[in-house]
């Protein structure tokens, strides 16, 4: 894994393990997006991400066929690189994810 994969779990203050993403929102005619996650397939531990001033969200479904499926199991993520707009790409087993954002808020669900 990168420096760049292994920044949420420096976030999150937890060694590497699986990540799936749950549920995303867009609100605020895609300004906010806010998205449900769980930590670690063996102990599910959720998480929120809340990416706000948003200035672009893509989705790209590649796999149709998982697109009703309750989480998406995420390959590679990574959450920018402190510049005046950020991007998150999230590739999943569904598709990819590209949000460009101005704020990351990280919440630990315990």
Known sequence: MSDK?????????LPPRGIFLQKMTISDWGNTVHILCQYDPDNMQPFELLFSGCEKVSMTVIREEFAKEDYADVFGMTLGEDNLVEEAFFSTDIGEIVILYK???ITKNS
């Open 103 to 105: 704020k990351l808020t």
């Open 5 to 13: 994969e292994l920044e949420i779990y420096r976030r999150l203050n």
